[in-house]
């Protein structure tokens, strides 16, 4: 099985974006930047993680990204399914049903072996991605990373970071 691309760099966005301070946020071109990606490339994926309310899009000047929800309740799963989609990765096509050796449908009725053991793959796949949350990863990183991407990391968000005005002023 093959991710693509666009998961990786999901996932490092949302992880960047667990170290934003309360509701700061992160622009899009700074991920980018970040990351060495085009940000038009990167902002359909941020696209995707905001409609499944992974990220959150914060409009106007300040504005940007940032988690739509705490680190410890967003999963790998989650980012995969926001970028890739629900479907399974692999996909039955009985094609044990075409060609010249082809039986009548009755000769059918016994699951395919292959479909059954590539979902159980799926499932147990899917199953590690939903262990696997994403305030573990940064966790892991923060500790056990080497202190010099570490620094630069924290150094870089907190250079970015946009830090959002109150919005709530007392009226006397």
């Known amino acids: 099985m093959k991710l693509g691309e666009g998961v990786e760099a999901a996932i490092h966005c949302a992880a960047m974006l667990a170290g934003v301070e309360g509701e700061a946020t992160l622009s899009g071109a700074a991920m980018a930047e ?16 905001t409609a499944a309310r992974v990220l959150e899009s914060v409009p106007g000047p300040a504005g ?10 967003i999963t790998l799963l989650d980012i995969v399914l926001a970028v890739e989609g629900k479907e399974p990765a692999f996909r039955c096509g009985e094609i044990r049903q075409r060609g ?4 009548d449908a009755s000769a059918y009725v016994k699951p395919c072996g292959i479909n059954v053991a590539m979902l159980k793959a799926e499932r147990a796949y899917r199953a590690a991605l939903a262990e696997a949350k994403l305030s573990d990863i940064v966790s892991d990183f923060m500790s056990g990373a080497d202190p010099r991407s570490v620094a ?3 150094a870089f968000v907190e250079r970015h970071q946009r830090l959002q005005k109150s919005s709530s002023t007392k009226q006397a």
Request: hydrophobic share 40%; with cysteine; aromatic share 10%.
């Open 34 to 49: 970040a990351f060495g990606l085009s940000p038009s490339y990167l902002l359909k994926h941020l696209n995707m993680l």
């Open 64 to 73: 940007g990204y940032r988690l739509a929800r705490p680190a410890e309740r």
């Open 152 to 154: 630069a990391s924290c």
């Open 100 to 103: 010249p050796a082809k039986l």
